[in-house]
């Protein structure tokens, strides 16, 4: 069973193995490398937004360097071409006929860096593959190899040269997480460790892309009782109507909250998601897919802000 004691205990211990190496590399930030390991486990991608220089990049290279798969990197700029992305039909004069040359989406785990800054016709060529898990050029569908999952790194939206991201493309994004500065601790050893040379370089594979998606199998297994996943309807439905908000959650959101949870509760080594699971991942899956009125925009009330409201207001399931 994939919700076995012993599928448990595997992909527990797996798991540990990944977090511990990408953690060689990046200092005194647990909680997102956990939170990244969550959306890997949980089928979904990840977006890490936050200012330049704070480690965006390194943690998707870091995770990516982690698990022996296929690792592609994308570098977004404003030239970029939606086929520079999904590949393109090239005549071959030999052969007399047209063949496919996959772009670099096709992996394992795809690392775009600075999404934000290419043209909103490319950040849409994402759309296809982030969802439906394949590629469509020129009338054909070409399936991605399982598991994919992309990270990508945007700095804010504040900063020049950069694009918003599209809603839809947002709500695909099954997280999304700020690494924020490190402690002086952190840095200081930070300094230390990077100063002559990148641990990125002594970073081995602890994991092949056939555990990881054993342990996304572990994970679909995890019971979600019904008093929790009304528990999700109910909180996502208090986005849709709080007065702060003029976009709330999707039912997608619901879903992807769904996912993260079962990933969480398996990372805890439980069976069982519990309520506490939703109200810690409520934030980083839902508040990035909401659009604050422009009065909520005046005030300062940030969707964060609205969620940690809305957790303390929807009553808990009863038993």
């Excluded at 994402?126 to 399936?143: A, F, I, N, S």
């Excluded at 991201?165 to 952190?186: K, W």
Aim: net charge negative.
């Amino acid at each position: 069973m994939p919700n076995s004691a012993q599928a448990l205990e595997d992909l527990v211990a797996t798991a540990r193995q990944i977090g511990t190496a990408v953690e060689s590399v990046i200092d005194g930030k647990a909680e997102a490398v956990r939170l990244a390991l969550i959306v890997l486990l949980a089928e979904g991608h990840l977006l890490i937004e936050d200012v330049p220089g704070v480690g965006k990049t390194m943690l998707a290279k870091a995770l990516a360097r982690s698990i022996d798969g296929t690792v592609r990197r994308i570098q977004f700029t404003p030239d970029l071409l939606p086929s520079d992305i999904t590949g393109v039909s090239a005549y071959n004069q030999e052969r007399r006929e047209f063949e496919f040359k996959p772009g670099p989406v096709f992996a394992n785990i795809v690392v775009g860096d600075e999404i934000n800054r290419a043209s909103p016709k490319t950040q849409s060529a994402m759309l296809e593959c982030m969802e439906e898990r394949h590629v469509t050029v020129d009338g054909t569908t070409y399936q991605l190899e399982a598991p994919f999952m992309v990270i990508a790194t945007q700095n804010p939206v504040e900063m020049e040269g950069t694009y918003p991201l599209p809603e839809a493309q947002r709500d695909r994004f099954t997280a999304r997480i700020s690494i924020g500065y490190p402690t002086a601790s952190a840095e200081l050893e930070m300094l230390d460790t990077h100063g002559s040379s990148s641990p990125l370089d002594h970073l081995k594979p602890v994991a092949t892309a056939t555990d990881v998606r054993a342990l996304i199998e572990a994970v679909r297994g995890v019971l979600v009782a019904g008093q929790v996943k009304q528990y999700i309807i109910a909180l996502c439905a208090a986005t849709r109507s709080a007065p702060e908000l003029r976009l709330g959650a999707s039912p997608r959101a619901a879903l992807h909250l769904l996912r993260a949870a079962r990933a969480r509760a398996a990372l805890d080594g439980r069976d069982y998601v519990i309520p506490d699971d939703i109200q810690a991942l409520a934030g980083p899956v839902l508040a990035h897919r909401l659009l604050p009125t422009a009065e909520a925009l005046v005030e300062r009330k940030l969707p964060e802000q609205v969620v940690t409201r809305l957790i303390e207001q929807t009553p808990l399931p009863r038993p």
